[in-house]
């Protein structure tokens, strides 16, 4: 069974979805006009008994697409006090944000429900269920714990809905999933939703749903004309150069509150630290910080006294923070769906998102992998300049100083400072010098060291007979050993064959990190503990000073100038 999304809907209110009035009201009072696509397909048919299995983006308005059907179909004469629904999800933040949308809509079913995750008082929880409660929303772990405690019965389930379930198997709750519902009824109803669809989700739904409705919803697309919602692009940028490149992104694009994703915690730690020293208020947020942290954390950023979160992928999942305005991909990100994901935070109910990704040139492909899963292009663009950052500077004091004359009814005050100066001054030479005091004042001093341009990696046959084929031959098909040829020198890298070192690898690094491409490159010869290779010798030193912030086959080895080579 399947639903047909593309046809063109009718005007459909939730008066129109057989909702019950005490639902439509509340909807009403929460200032809910109408569904959304995902709440017009699911509603009907999860009302009926049936499964359903959704693919719908964050922000679409899923919960209420499955939780408005649950509480309708919770009886109101209710005495055991056992579950009657499960929701599992893959954080505590979001069983947090969940469970308060249920409490909201079924504010007047008297309906009870409980979040259950780690890092709350186990006795709470205990207690709670003790008591009885009607809809129980859950993260994978904890669920279990409370199953094999024998606190959560699920004799008397009706619905088990899986919500962002990509997400629980990134995280590796397939097997906890698996064994929780081992201990539902085989009568009930099972609705899974997820933003993407990979061949495991699928194998998932065969296991536990049965003939499912399937639906799927694509974000809105743009009116002809129109700039999509979410602004994709990208930049490419050497490894050594991404902290500047992304303050003056940030400058340049002001965000309301953004999220910037790192591959690992040391890189979240590192780089938060460095933009707090530019003058930006960011938090960190990964996997070392305790709940405690990860709720202060949170609290700042909600309550405006952050803008930036630094974050990695598996901290930041289930976060939904409701007025950010900018998603930045530090690294490109590993996996498309990832990408996905991470976007799909912004560009919500109408307000235009940004999503910016910084990719070093050997990240291309993956940006062309993501294009292709996507089937959008990302544009790549060039890092601002020191003069578009003047010019945005200049364009902040300017918009600052009019919506102050609109503004402020206590200009009056300094009028006698005006006209004594304009005694002595030009009036517009008085006018310059306040604009230039208040700019001055109004920002950081701009980084004056411009980003060269770095054109994307390109790989064709050329580049692959280049990339050692052939044992230890260098790029050029010249055994090493001897001295360096005419124009070149020769650099020593600290790692060799023990450390899994090949002439590709150092040739990737290379090229990756610095200007020069295959055909730049001499002679390589790999020992068991160190390296040598010849590169240009009016590139030696961006070279050496590339290589040394970046790592080659996860190693941060000592690269320099061959001692033995005289000039």
Do not use: W
């Amino acid at each position: 069974m399947a639903t047909d999304t593309t046809a063109e809907e009718e005007q459909v209110g939730f008066a129109d979805l057989d909702l019950d009035a005490e639902l439509v009201r509340a909807l009403s009072a929460l200032g809910y006009e109408e569904p959304t696509p995902i709440q017009r397909e699911a509603i009907p048919p999860l009302l009926e008994g049936h499964d359903l299995l959704g693919q719908a983006a964050t922000g679409t308005g899923k919960t209420a697409a499955f939780a408005l059907p649950v509480l309708q179909r919770i009886p109101r004469d209710r005495k055991d006090g056992l579950p009657a629904a499960l929701v599992l999800v893959p954080t505590r933040e979001l069983a947090i944000q969940v469970s308060e949308a249920v409490h909201r809509y079924g504010t007047g079913l008297g309906i009870r429900v409980l979040p259950v995750y780690g890092g709350q008082p186990i006795g709470r929880q205990l207690r709670s269920l003790e008591r009885g409660v009607d809809v129980v929303v859950a993260t994978p772990g904890r669920a279990l714990d409370h199953i094999a405690r024998g606190t959560l019965r699920l004799d008397g389930l009706q619905t088990v809905v899986l919500d962002e379930a990509d997400e629980m198997l990134d995280m590796g709750f397939s097997e906890d999933i698996d064994a929780i519902l081992e201990n539902v009824p085989e009568e009930r109803q099972t609705v899974l939703f997820s933003a993407t669809m990979p061949g495991r989700i699928d194998s998932m739904a065969r296991r536990h749903l049965s003939d499912p409705v399937r639906i799927q919803i694509e974000r809105e697309a743009p009116a002809p004309g129109e700039a999509p919602k979410t602004r994709e692009s990208a930049y490419v940028i050497r490894r050594a150069q991404k902290p500047a490149a992304l303050g003056r992104l940030l400058d340049l694009e002001a965000p309301e509150a953004a999220i910037v994703f790192c591959r690992t915690r040391e890189e979240v730690d590192q780089l938060s630290e460095t933009l707090n020293g530019r003058g930006y208020r960011a938090e960190a947020l990964h996997g070392g910080l305790s709940q405690e942290q990860r709720d202060r954390v949170m609290g700042r950023l909600r309550g405006g006294t952050a803008d930036l979160l630094v974050a990695t992928d598996v901290a930041a999942r289930g976060i939904d923070v409701e007025h950010l305005t900018h998603v930045i991909n530090y690294d490109v990100p590993s996996a498309p769906e990832s990408y996905v994901h991470r976007i799909g935070r912004v560009g919500r109910a109408g307000r235009e998102g940004v999503a910016i990704t910084l990719a070093e040139p050997r990240e291309h492909r993956q940006l062309k992998a993501i294009e292709r899963a996507t089937g959008r292009k990302i544009p790549v663009e060039m890092v601002p300049s020191v003069a578009d950052l003047r010019a945005r500077r200049l364009e902040l004091t300017r918009a600052a100083l009019h919506e102050s004359i609109l503004e402020d009814e206590d200009l009056e005050r300094f009028r006698v400072v005006v006209e004594n100066l304009a005694d002595e001054f030009d009036v517009m030479d008085v006018a310059l010098a306040a604009v230039k005091l208040a700019h001055e004042t109004g920002g950081a001093a701009i980084d004056e060291e411009e980003i060269p341009e770095v054109a994307p990696l390109h790989r064709d046959k050329d580049r692959s007979r280049e990339r050692g084929r052939g044992g230890e031959r260098g790029p050029r098909g010249r055994k090493g050993g001897g001295g360096p040829q005419r124009g070149m020198t020769r650099l020593f890298v600290g790692a060799g064959r023990s450390a899994g070192i090949r002439p590709q690898d150092l040739v990737g690094a290379i090229t990756g990190e610095s200007q020069l491409n295959g055909r730049d490159i001499g002679s390589i010869e790999i020992a068991d503990r160190f390296s040598l290779v010849e590169v240009p010798e009016n590139a030696a030193t961006d070279v050496i000073g590339a290589l040394r912030g970046s790592t080659i086959k996860g190693r941060k080895p000592t690269v320099r100038r061959e001692r033995a080579q005289t000039r």
